[in-house]
Nanobody
Framework: QVQLVESGGGLVQAGDSLRLSCAASGRTFSSYAMGWFRQAPGKEREFVAAISWSSGYTHYAESVKGRFTISGDNAKNTVYLQMNSLKPEGTAVYYC??????????????????WGQGTQVTVSS
């Protein structure tokens, strides 16, 4: 079994920062890419950011570009999401995901094989 565990969520004010972490573990676990998605109440889950391990290439949703930074430690199968200048619209459950195979696109939910349980981020005005 593969397990992904997110941490670092919390309650902050608009303009504040948070750093999320996701640690992946399991028998012979490896991945080509890992990413972050989020889901607000009553809305569909949406792509936030992803990283390709082989090249270090990163991809961001337009709504967070310039404010969020994804990084990771491939050897430890751990990915981070530094979130700066948080907005109330960023309130959501943030999920970590891992892809066993090399994806052609990093922003498609169905391309990912494993998911964490999520961590709540609440941004007040």
């Amino acid at each position: 079994q593969v397990q992904l565990v997110e941490s670092g969520g919390g309650l902050v004010q608009a303009g504040d920062s948070l750093r999320l972490s996701c640690a992946a573990s399991g028998r012979t676990f490896s991945s080509y890419a890992m990413g972050w998605f989020r889901q607000a109440p009553g809305k569909e889950r949406e792509f936030v950011a992803a990283i390709s391990w082989s090249s270090g290439y990163t991809h961001y949703a337009e709504s967070v570009k310039g404010r969020f930074t994804i990084s990771g430690d491939n050897a430890k199968n751990t990915v981070y999401l530094q979130m700066n200048s948080l907005k109330p619209e960023g309130t959501a459950v943030y999920y970590c995901a891992a892809d066993r195979n090399r994806p052609l696109r990093l922003d498609i939910i169905k391309e990912y094989d494993y998911w964490g349980q999520g961590t709540q981020v609440t941004v007040s005005s």
